[in-house]
């Protein structure tokens, strides 16, 4: 996959968790981990959020956008 | 309630130890030469560092409280402080190496500079040294009432409360005074381990003591208070409301005086991006303190003041020892980000306000002299304010965000659209803040959060407004721009020749 693409896609979905998806998860079953639905998903984007950044670090960094 | 002995001397001695650490932190004479060594402390904080102070720049009593009692209150809606910080974060991943960048290039420290130079308009940086200082007071104000909460909490019959927070805040306002963003910094490390430690402590423990287990306790909360555990789909405050205040909350932290004066700390662009990585970390700390919201609203009498939910709690649940060390880290958490944000605000009133405006030939040492005594009227009048008008204050508290949300365009949109205007900014942003205020006068809110209209209506006019205006300044040679710009345009001549 181009990286660019790469880079916009991992941009794109802590937004698309953060925001887009909170109508659909606003429940509370299933309960994961011991927390409700809602807060095992914003508990998850918490994860996720920071691993993506980390790749587009890494991607800009091969790329020599940043230096 | 009569405050436990034990607990205030524990509360008290801590705090006194943090206050000699701040003062010891700035010993060395040098931390005051100059604004951007008091300030930003020569821009020399490695990453470590700045995780340090962006977290206690954020992670405030009011966080703790605040969180706590809206959990106990609204239920879910307090979930919305995760996707705010998250999104914030994220953001800050990409437009805060080029601010700072910027920033070491032009030595500057405030984001009030920043526009000065950036649009070359004295007038914009005013508003925003304005708008910042203006916010940014009624936010100490929320740091005075925390830690007079857990004061009153700890040392009804003991004390005199207000005396006790006026010459603690007078120490505070002291070391920052002497020591600068070194006071806060170290001091910082100690504040961070006890919210780690304490936070953690309570949220193992408060479950097990009153419902057995954490996963009684959601069984419980699911059966008898589901309502606690969505998003209310229904009533003023609903999902739209959530969703545009954790976007506009978020878009609006790092234009924080506090928060931008500790990314002017930095050393390097790659540091705030490896800051940017792991400051969603603090988070795990933020969840399970709305949790704990939760167990106030069952455990607490039925009627109980919600501001005072997780104080209450502790005090019930724990004996002097545990109690003293959780108020001593409420009371941290109130006073050193006060430090921060005195340090912000006073840099904005000393550069962008007696600088710029009223005696532009005043000479460094002196300049110095007069943004560290600022820390004193700055803390001096939200003291003033806080005691005096309460109630006044609650209006600019709840619209602070809304406020500095404004600046946005202003500070970020230029960092990326080379056309952008001062014209079209100074009338989006003044536009910005008239929406706002009158969406909130009027209450006129749609079940959405007031800065969004307010941010909404200013991003409108900016872009609508702007081509009137971009003949001042297209084709006329402009050595900051074209820096500021300088490795876009060269990426774009590389990509074309690799096209061709």
């Known amino acids: 996959m181009n990286k660019k693409f790469l880079i916009y896609l991992l941009t794109v979905l802590p937004f698309v968790i953060m925001l887009v998806a909170i109508p659909f998860v606003n429940r509370i079953h299933p309960i994961i981990f011991g927390l409700p639905f809602l807060s095992f998903w914003l508990f998850l984007g918490m994860i996720i959020t920071p691993i993506c950044t980390y790749i587009i670090y890494r991607l800009q960094k091969s790329e020599g956008s940043i230096e | ?500």
């Open chain 2, 1 to 500: 309630m009569q405050g436990n002995l034990t607990a205030l001397l524990i509360t008290s001695t801590i705090v006194l130890v943090v206050v000699l650490i701040g003062f010891l932190a700035g010993r060395d004479k040098s931390n005051r030469s100059s604004v951007e060594e008091w300030s930003v402390g020569g821009r020399r904080f490695g990453p470590l560092l700045i995780w340090l102070l962006i977290g206690a720049d954020l992670y405030t009593a009011y966080t703790f409280l605040g969180l706590t009692s809206t959990a106990y209150s609204g239920g879910s809606l307090a979930l919305f402080a995760i996707p705010y910080t998250i999104i914030a974060f994220f953001i800050s991943f990409f437009f805060l190496p080029k601010l700072w960048k910027f920033s070491k290039d032009h030595k500057i420290t405030t984001l009030a500079d920043y526009a000065k130079i950036r649009f070359g308009s004295k007038f914009l940086s005013f508003l925003i040294a304005i708008v910042g200082v203006l916010m940014l007071i009624p936010y100490i104000d929320l740091q005075l009432a925390g830690i007079q909460d857990t004061l009153t909490v700890a040392g009804t019959g003991f004390i005199n409360v207000k005396f006790v927070v006026i010459v603690s805040f007078f120490l505070v306002a002291l070391y920052t005074f002497f020591s600068g963003i070194k006071g806060p910094t170290y001091t910082a490390i100690i504040k961070d381990i006890l919210v780690w430690v304490i936070m953690l402590f309570l949220v193992a423990s408060l479950p097990i003591m009153h419902f057995g287990s954490w996963g009684s306790m959601i069984d419980k909360l699911v059966v008898e208070s589901p309502q606690l555990l969505t998003i209310p789909t229904t009533g003023p405050k609903g999902i739209p409301w959530f969703l545009t205040a954790s976007l506009v909350s978020g878009l609006a932290l790092f234009m924080w005086a506090h928060a931008a004066t500790g990314v002017f700390t930095a050393k390097s662009a790659d540091a705030l991006r490896k800051n940017a990585i792991f400051l969603p970390l603090y988070n795990v700390v933020l969840i399970l303190v709305i949790f704990l919201g939760f167990v106030a609203f069952h455990v607490l009498p039925e009627g109980s003041d919600p501001r005072f939910a997780l104080l209450n709690l502790i005090q019930m649940s724990y004996g002097g020892v545990i109690q003293g060390l959780s108020f001593a880290t409420i009371a941290l958490a109130s006073l050193i980000p006060c430090s921060i944000m005195a340090i912000g605000a006073s840099n904005l009133f000393a550069n962008n306000i007696y600088r710029d405006l009223i005696n532009p030939k005043v000479t460094p040492a002196k300049l110095t002299m007069i943004t560290r005594s600022m820390v004193f009227v700055v803390i001096g009048l939200a003291l003033v304010f806080g005691m005096v008008f309460p109630s006044a204050l609650v209006s600019l508290q709840l619209l602070g965000v809304s406020g500095m949300v404004q600046i946005f365009p202003a500070i970020v949109f230029s960092l990326y659209w080379k056309n952008q205007t001062k014209e079209a900014t100074i009338i989006g942003l003044i536009v910005g803040l008239i929406v706002t205020f009158t969406v909130y006068a009027t209450g006129t809110t749609f079940g959405i959060y007031e800065g969004f209209w307010g941010l909404l209506a200013n991003v409108v006019v900016t872009v609508a407004l702007n081509p009137f205006f971009v003949k001042n300044i297209k084709n006329k040679a402009n050595p900051i721009i074209d820096q500021l710009f300088a490795k876009q345009q060269q990426r774009k001549i590389m990509a074309t020749k690799k096209g061709a």
